[in-house]
Structures are given as structure tokens and as C-alpha cells.
């Protein structure tokens, strides 16, 4: 059935990048203030995850148009490469882009409403969600082309929608939250780093020009090492200046992973196949990451 098609065209496994934000944005603002708003969660986490949607979407179409999905043949699934539902001819280009337009409107809706509800900041993160999501891949801007997209990533699927989500349930912005939500961002930054080691061959040659493409696989191994020695650094600062609980340090834990990942990560950075269990692994090492960070804030207040 196409709907069906549809539906996996999505992508839906990936959103727990944008749901993490959300959850962990209103476990900070009940954190601080004790409270928690169900509908506003909801509406929030639609709006949220309808633009992720449209941003995977997009970019399964922009990539199909700039021949980009077609060239590549180291991808592997379901990590990098895009749906291959164009690829493999099971949905047509237009009835991809007509998706995404669909699922960007609802994000639109969905943002619309929060902004009568919660107020002008609400409108602004949520345009600057759509526009950084569609011109992630949609020229004339094409973020991911220009060596801008891991930082647009880290700051839509980060501090964008954790932000957005503690003001909606409290009416005003934190620092220290801000500072924070840096450790997440981070992550789903390396997300998206390591799943460009096995496309940089086609990104490069459709002029895609990625941070893994400018650096090459060996010295990017390396750049995704420093990360991973980077990303904790936020937590420690706000934990230490007591600005959170002091069980925020359990989502440091996750960070044993890294005894894992980081060797195939330099043994394997220029063989796709052999280096898919990392990209898997820093999708769970985000996830956990969060997840613990979100029960700590729920279980301290």
C-alpha cells in the first residue's frame, strides 16, 4: 500500500534525535518550576517531529535530484544513503517532495498553535526549525554542502527544540539549561559526523562538501575522537557549578561505549561495512545519554 511506503519514507526509527530534546526541554523547565504541561508536551513534540520528518524527507529528495543517492554505493543501511525509496522505485520524486511539503506544514500548524499559546519566541525557533531543516539540502543554501550542516544539525536536533520545549512549559529561557543541552547537541552531531564516513565518496563527488569530505576519513577519525572527549564537558560544568542535580553525572556512564566505539573507529574509517556497528553504537550512546539525563532531572524534583 502506498501509504505504507510513505510512512517508511519517514524514516520514523531516526526521531528519537528530535524526541530526546523535547523530553529532556521539559524535564529541565519541571526540574526549575515543578511543572509539566501534558498537551503542551504533545503539541510540542508534533511540532518537533513533523520537521524532522520533513528535514528526512527533503533530503531524500534533494539528494535524488543532485544525483547524489544514485552515485553512492558505499551506503549502508539503514545508517546512511537516504530511504532509497526514489532508488529503488518504489516512490516517485514528486510524491517525495509532496511528503515532505506535508509534514512541514504540520510542523508549521502544530508551531502556529504553540505560538498563540506560549508567545513570539515560540514562532521564531519554529522558522528557524523549518527553514534550517528544508535548506539543510534544498539549494540555493544547502547547508549540508558547505560544510555547515553537522553545526546546523547539533543546533536543530539540540539546543533549538530543548530550548523551544523549556519555554513553552515555563515562559522564559535558561542559561544553565542552555549550557547544558550543548552535551546532546553534541552527540547528535557525531550522528550525524560518523554516518558521513560511508557517503563521503558520493558526497564528494556531487561536490557535497562535508566536514568527513574536506578532511578525509583518516583525519575525521581523528575529529570524531576529540569529540567524544568533548561532549561530557557541559554536564561537568553545570553539575559542578550545582546549577543540576548531582546525579546528572550518571549520564556520563554511557561514555564507557566509547572504549568500544573509538578503536573500530580508527581501525575502520575507510571501510563502510566494518564500521556500521559505530554508527549504531553513537546512535545509542546519544539516546542513553539523554534518556539519563532526562529521569535524572524527573526523579530529583
Not at 80 to 89: A, D, H, L, V, Y
Not at 225 to 243: E, F
Not at 262 to 274: E, G, I, S, T, W
Request: glycine fraction near 8%.
Amino acid at each position: 500500500m502506498k501509504i505504507l511506503l510513505l510512512l517508511r519514507e519517514l524514516r520514523a526509527p531516526f526521531f528519537t534525535a528530535s524526541i530526546m530534546p523535547v523530553l529532556l526541554g521539559c524535564a529541565m523547565a519541571r526540574y526549575h518550576t515543578g511543572l509539566w504541561s501534558w498537551p503542551l508536551f504533545a503539541l510540542t513534540l508534533l511540532g518537533v517531529v513533523a520537521l524532522h520528518a520533513g528535514a528526512n524527507v527533503a533530503n531524500d529528495y534533494f539528494d535524488h535530484a543532485s544525483g547524489n543517492d544514485a552515485a553512492n554505493r558505499d551506503y549502508v543501511r539503514p545508517f546512511t544513503g537516504g530511504s532509497r525509496m526514489i532508488q529503488n522505485r518504489l516512490l516517485t520524486p514528486r510524491e517525495v517532495l509532496g511528503l515532505s511539503v506535508a509534514c512541514f506544514a504540520i510542523g508549521g500548524l502544530a508551531g502556529a498553535w504553540l505560538f498563540r499559546l506560549a508567545g513570539w519566541p515560540v514562532l521564531w525557533l519554529g522558522a528557524a526549525g523549518l527553514a534550517g531543516g528544508f535548506f539543510y539540502s534544498a539549494p540555493p543554501v544547502k547547508l549540508g554542502a558547505r560544510g555547515l550542516g553537522e553545526p546546523a544539525i547539533a543546533i536543530l536536533f539540540g539546543c533549538l527544540p530543548a530550548m523551544g520545549a523549556y519555554f513553552v512549559q515555563t515562559g522564559r529561557f535558561s542559561s544553565d539549561f542552555l549550557v547544558i543541552s550543548l552535551s546532546p547537541a553534541a552527540l547528535i552531531l557525531m550522528v550525524v559526523f560518523i554516518n558521513e564516513f560511508q557517503d563521503c565518496r558520493a558526497d564528494g563527488a556531487v561536490g557535497k562538501r562535508t566536514w568527513v569530505v574536506r578532511l578525509g576519513t583518516r583525519r575525521a577519525a581523528r575529529a570524531y575522537m576529540a569529540m567524544m572527549a568533548l561532549w561530557p564537558l557541559p554536564i561537568l560544568l553545570v553539575t559542578a557549578a550545582g546549577k543540576a542535580p548531582p546525579g546528572m553525572l550518571l549520564a556520563l556512564v554511557p561514555l564507557l561505549m566509547a572504549f568500544w566505539i573509538l578503536p573500530r573507529v580508527a581501525r575502520c574509517h575507510d571501510k563502510p561495512q566494518a564500521l556500521a556497528p559505530a554508527n549504531a553504537m553513537t546512535i545509542i550512546l546519544h539516546l542513553a545519554v539523554s534518556l539519563v539525563m532526562a529521569a535524572v532531572l524527573l526523579a530529583a524534583r
